[in-house]
């Protein structure tokens, strides 16, 4: 079945660049169908989205975080990934990845990464 | 932006029924999903599209959407259902368009 698994650095300092990259497993990322997205969660808090990307490259990106990411794909090494610049202590949360199930009017996440901690400290 | 209200917490006795609700502007119009995130781990879709269930999830979980509160209900609650719940929809009706999360609801077995 497929799987998803988030990978990059657990700690960043502050004003640096955020990499993560999420390896999806047992399915082809540009089997077509599905849009693959990233979300945090702060620490003991809810659920934001960040934003998601199709195989084609095509993205959309939370408005309020836009200025500051990137979300890329990598179809020959099944992988997408994220960049989120200028880091304060405030981007300090887990990190997933998520596949998007879209339809016309809405989408929903089927299947989640484990998760990665992610700590903006000097 | 499109706001999303879900109830901090919610207790039920176990073999009861629990409802969490999430309140939202003419929610009713739009397709609400709910999650499960038990501590440490990913959340995971119970209910789409507001009342269809993934395979393997059981039929206990419900979900129905109307007016402007959507609701999650677990029937016959087990101690294992304890765990955080947010709902999730699409917004594609305000500036800021996209996903939009419910704060989520803390589910207590007593």
């Known amino acids: 079945q497929v799987q998803l698994q988030e990978s990059g650095p657990g700690l960043v300092k502050p004003s640096q660049t955020l990499s993560l990259t999420c390896t999806v497993s047992g399915g082809s990322i540009s089997s077509g169908g599905y849009y693959w997205s990233w979300i945090r969660q702060h620490p003991g808090k809810g659920l934001e989205w960040i934003g998601y990307i199709y195989y084609s490259g095509s993205t959309y990106y939370n408005p309020s975080l836009k200025s500051r990411v990137t979300i890329s794909v990598d179809t020959s090494k099944n992988q997408f990934s994220l960049k989120l610049s200028s880091v304060t202590a405030a981007d300090t949360a887990v990190y997933y990845c998520?596949?998007?199930?879209?339809?016309?009017?809405?989408?929903?996440?089927?299947?989640w990464g484990r998760g990665t901690l992610v700590t903006v400290s000097s | 932006s499109y706001v999303l209200t879900q109830p901090p917490s919610v207790s039920v006795a176990p073999g009861q029924t629990a409802r969490i609700t999430c309140g939202g502007n003419?929610?009713?119009?739009?397709?609400v999903h709910w999650y499960q995130q038990k501590p440490g781990q990913a959340p995971v879709l119970v209910v789409y599209d507001d009342s269809d269930r993934p395979s393997g999830i059981p039929e206990r979980f419900s979900g129905s959407n109307s007016g402007n509160t959507a609701t999650l209900t677990i029937s016959r609650v087990e101690a294992g259902d304890e765990a955080d719940y947010y709902c999730q929809v699409w917004d594609s009706s305000s500036d800021h368009r996209g996903v939009v999360f419910g704060g989520g609801t803390k589910l207590t077995v007593l």
């Open positions: 998520a596949r998007v199930e879209m339809a016309t009017t809405t989408g929903y996440f089927d299947l």
């Open positions: 003419n929610i009713g119009s739009k397709s």
